[in-house]
Protein backbone atom coordinates (compact mmCIF):
# COMPACT_ATOMS: atom_id res chain seq x y z
CA UNK A 1 0.00 0.00 0.00
CA UNK A 2 0.86 3.27 -0.69
CA UNK A 3 2.04 6.04 1.92
CA UNK A 4 -1.53 7.29 4.14
CA UNK A 5 -0.69 11.18 3.28
CA UNK A 6 -0.69 9.92 -0.74
CA UNK A 7 -3.78 7.58 -0.26
CA UNK A 8 -5.61 10.89 1.46
CA UNK A 9 -4.01 13.03 -1.21
CA UNK A 10 -2.43 15.19 1.01
CA UNK A 11 0.83 16.99 2.07
CA UNK A 12 2.69 15.66 5.23
CA UNK A 13 1.83 19.14 7.12
CA UNK A 14 -2.18 18.99 6.33
CA UNK A 15 -4.21 20.03 9.33
CA UNK A 16 -6.58 17.84 10.28
CA UNK A 17 -9.37 19.68 8.72
CA UNK A 18 -7.50 19.65 5.29
CA UNK A 19 -7.07 15.18 6.50
CA UNK A 20 -11.02 15.20 6.98
CA UNK A 21 -12.00 16.95 3.91
CA UNK A 22 -9.53 15.02 1.70
CA UNK A 23 -11.28 11.86 3.16
CA UNK A 24 -15.11 12.44 2.68
CA UNK A 25 -13.99 13.70 -1.00
CA UNK A 26 -12.03 10.35 -1.64
CA UNK A 27 -15.31 8.61 -0.05
CA UNK A 28 -17.53 10.03 -1.98
CA UNK A 29 -15.51 8.76 -4.72
CA UNK A 30 -14.55 5.29 -4.09
CA UNK A 31 -17.29 4.29 -2.05
CA UNK A 32 -19.19 0.67 -2.44
CA UNK A 33 -22.15 2.16 -2.88
CA UNK A 34 -21.36 4.22 -5.67
CA UNK A 35 -18.53 1.58 -7.43
CA UNK A 36 -19.06 -2.44 -7.27
CA UNK A 37 -15.47 -3.12 -8.28
CA UNK A 38 -13.18 -4.89 -5.90
CA UNK A 39 -10.22 -2.57 -6.63
CA UNK A 40 -12.36 0.76 -5.61
CA UNK A 41 -13.56 -1.52 -2.41
CA UNK A 42 -10.38 -1.95 -1.53
CA UNK A 43 -8.92 1.43 -2.54
CA UNK A 44 -11.83 2.64 -0.36
CA UNK A 45 -10.46 0.62 2.84
CA UNK A 46 -7.02 1.57 2.28
CA UNK A 47 -8.53 5.42 2.78
CA UNK A 48 -10.38 4.46 5.75
CA UNK A 49 -7.50 2.97 7.52
CA UNK A 50 -5.28 6.04 6.00
CA UNK A 51 -7.80 8.67 7.77
CA UNK A 52 -8.13 6.59 11.19
CA UNK A 53 -4.74 6.63 11.83
CA UNK A 54 -3.93 10.18 10.01
CA UNK A 55 -7.48 12.01 12.11
CA UNK A 56 -5.87 10.82 15.66
CA UNK A 57 -3.03 13.08 16.72
CA UNK A 58 -1.03 10.07 18.85
CA UNK A 59 -0.94 7.39 16.01
CA UNK A 60 -0.03 10.21 13.44
CA UNK A 61 2.92 11.36 15.48
CA UNK A 62 3.69 7.65 15.57
CA UNK A 63 3.16 6.94 11.75
CA UNK A 64 5.14 10.21 10.89
CA UNK A 65 8.09 8.62 13.08
CA UNK A 66 7.99 5.16 12.02
CA UNK A 67 6.28 5.43 8.71
CA UNK A 68 4.90 2.81 6.45
CA UNK A 69 7.12 -0.45 9.17
CA UNK A 70 4.57 0.17 11.43
CA UNK A 71 0.89 0.12 9.83
CA UNK A 72 -0.79 -2.30 12.21
CA UNK A 73 -3.12 -0.11 14.71
CA UNK A 74 -2.55 -2.39 17.87
CA UNK A 75 1.09 -2.33 16.63
CA UNK A 76 2.24 1.21 16.72
CA UNK A 77 -0.32 1.10 20.48
CA UNK A 78 1.78 -1.68 21.53
CA UNK A 79 4.77 0.40 20.93
CA UNK A 80 3.91 3.69 22.62
Sequence with gaps: MA?????LGVQLWA?????RKA?????????PDKSATEETRKRFLECEE???TLSCPFLRKLYDIFGNAV???DEML???
Design 71 to 73: RDR
Design 3 to 7: DLYEC
Design 78 to 80: RLA
Design 15 to 19: SAAQI
Design 23 to 31: FYGRARELH
Design 50 to 52: AYR
